[in-house]
């Protein structure tokens, strides 16, 4: 079984500082991560991914995430926050070796404050 | 341009009354994907399918139905066997069953039973 879990409902941060956004992840074998972005009553909206290589995933828009095997988890980042990055943002995780699907966490609400 | 277009964007239904949503993708991907999102939930497997004439149940699959006749559509039903239908539902797609790239979503449909 595959699963992912987004331990903070909402973040708040000031804009021009750094962003964190947590995800942690369980799958049997290697994982593929993917981080989406959603604004309000659309779809959801590719910003990164991790297959395989550099730990460090560099995505749209100036976010980046790093993979960290050892403690099964994939951090959205941001050196300077924007207010025009508020919005929802989901981490999604397959297992290779098995899923034939993608599921996604519970999605934590960026507010970034002017 | 390419890519997945949801239709209606909003939908009212009356008790014990079913309704189609649409999903058609003009992006020559295999793999279509329909999930439920509802707030602080995140998103959840309905059904998919990885080949014309073939899907397969999700995590929630009870109350809905779908049909996969032509590569390019895959419509979601929500009969009345479902007992809490208002949601936003999303449909996706993926270039194959690899999903190395991840889904590329739809515009999302706004469910309400009135």
């Known amino acids: 079984a595959q699963s992912v879990a987004q331990p903070e409902d909402q973040v708040n941060v000031a804009e021009g500082n750094p962003l964190t956004v947590k995800c942690t992840y369980s799958v049997s074998g290697n994982p593929y991560l993917f981080w989406y972005v959603q604004y309000p009553n659309r779809g959801l909206q590719f910003l990164l991914k991790?297959?395989?290589?550099?730990?460090l995933v560099k995505g749209s828009y100036g976010f980046e995430a790093e993979f960290n095997k050892s403690q099964t988890s994939f951090h959205l980042k941001k050196p300077s926050a924007l207010v025009s990055d508020s919005a929802l943002y989901f981490c999604?995780?397959?297992?290779?070796?098995?899923?034939?699907?993608?599921?996604f966490g519970s999605g934590t609400q960026l507010t970034v404050l002017p | 341009d390419g890519g997945i277009t949801q239709s209606p964007k909003y939908l009212f239904r009356k008790e014990g009354q079913n309704v189609t949503l649409s999903c058609e993708q003009n992006l020559n991907h295999d793999a279509m994907y329909w999930y439920r999102q509802d707030p602080g939930q995140g998103l959840r497997l309905i059904y998919y399918s990885q080949i014309v004439n073939d899907f397969q149940k999700g995590d929630i699959a009870e109350g809905y139905s779908v049909s996969r006749e032509k590569k390019e559509s895959f419509p979601l039903t929500v009969t009345s066997a479902q007992k809490n239908p208002t949601a936003f539902y999303l449909c996706?797609?993926?270039?194959?069953?690899?999903?190395?790239?991840?889904?590329?979503f739809g515009s999302g449909t706004r469910l309400t039973v009135v």
């Open positions: 996706a797609s993926s270039i194959d069953r690899s999903l190395n790239y991840g889904y590329t």
């Open positions: 999604a995780v397959r297992d290779a070796g098995s899923a034939r699907q993608l599921t």
């Open positions: 991790y297959i395989t290589g550099d730990n």
